[in-house]
């Protein structure tokens, strides 16, 4: 996968993110940018989520 491919992916996942957890901003998901853990706890935060299940619903969309 390139980068514009990748890219991509992360806009069409960001998007179905805001549209199931509505109080995450584009910032909150900007922050992934190289920051993994710190988004996986953001998501935690805002969702309720466990760690695991974050990740598996990202990498469900």
């Known amino acids: 996968m390139d980068k514009l491919e990748l890219k991509g992916k992360w806009n069409e996942i960001k998007g179905k993110v805001k549209q199931a957890?509505?109080?995450?901003?584009?910032?909150?998901?900007?922050?992934?940018?190289?920051?993994?853990?710190e988004l996986y706890g953001k998501l935690q935060q805002k969702t309720g989520k466990t760690r695991d299940e974050v990740i598996d619903w990202l990498k469900s969309l």
């Open 21 to 37: 957890y509505g109080d995450l901003t584009e910032d909150d998901l900007t922050h992934e940018e190289g920051k993994d853990d």
